[in-house]
């Protein structure tokens, strides 16, 4: 299968704790995008990396939150002090661009992490 | 402020008609506009996407229409099919396709 895989697909934790999720993009795809979605919205941008270079975060990823791509191809995404309300559904796309300004390709979205903060 | 919106939480069709589902936005920077569909317990599945240059997108039963001025888009579903009850998704990026803005979705049921 070469499709977006992502693992775990559940996940639950207490209140305090860190949380790690990790995406394996399409092997070829130099893009990959994670994304938060919560009940009854769509998918809420996180941040992109083109290869291993962050390129955008967004306001939504506070302090507790990172993610990494060191060799440009999984990525891993790091939720520390977890805290009730980043309880979501965790996706991840990947996609391939020219360049980091280009226009990007379709992006294959991943089934997603789905978080339970207790 | 949502900055993509999908006033319709849901839509109801008959199958063999037409479903279709619409979209606003109010950024006027965006340039580059697609389409997902959702299933239960999967991610988003892209359908159809249409940049700014143009007003209309085809690829098969799916057409996806775009009027700038009115910073409206709808994708329209002919015939519709019961395998099309999905949740639909409108996104929406202003820098080619760095950072896309997603709608909440719409629910589309097709009824047999």
């Known amino acids: 299968d070469t499709g977006v895989s992502q693992d775990p697909r559940h996940k639950i934790t207490k209140r305090g704790q860190n949380v790690t999720f990790r995406c394996d993009p399409i092997?070829?795809?130099?893009?990959l995008y994670w994304y938060r979605q919560t009940l009854g919205q769509g998918p809420e941008f996180l941040t992109y990396?083109?290869?291993?270079?962050?390129?955008?975060k967004s306001r939504l990823l506070s302090d507790r939150f990172s993610a990494e791509r060191p060799k440009g191809s999984f990525s891993t995404l790091e939720i520390q002090r977890t805290e009730q309300g980043d309880s979501a559904m965790y996706l991840c796309?990947?996609?391939?661009?020219?360049?980091?300004?280009?226009?990007?390709?379709?992006?294959?979205f991943g089934p997603g992490t789905r978080l339970t903060v207790l | 402020d949502q900055q993509v919106k999908q006033n319709s939480p849901s839509l109801s069709v008959q199958e063999g008609r037409i479903s279709i589902l619409n979209c606003d936005y109010t950024?006027?920077?965006?340039?580059?506009f697609l389409w997902y569909k959702k299933y239960p317990a999967e991610g988003p599945t892209f359908l159809i996407s249409?940049?700014?240059?143009?007003d209309k997108n085809e690829d098969g039963r799916f057409t996806v229409f775009l009027n700038k001025s009115a910073k409206h888009l709808s994708l329209h579903i002919v015939p519709s099919q019961p395998g099309d009850s999905a949740v639909y998704f409108c996104a929406a990026s202003g820098n080619y396709g760095q950072n896309f803005v997603f709608g909440p979705g719409t629910r589309l049921s097709v009824l047999p």
């Open positions: 249409i940049s700014s240059i143009k």
């Open positions: 990396f083109q290869n291993e270079a962050q390129l955008e």
């Open positions: 950024n006027s920077m965006f340039d580059y």
């Open positions: 796309a990947s996609s391939f661009a020219l360049a980091p300004e280009g226009l990007t390709d379709t992006q294959y």
């Open positions: 092997s070829e795809h130099n893009r």
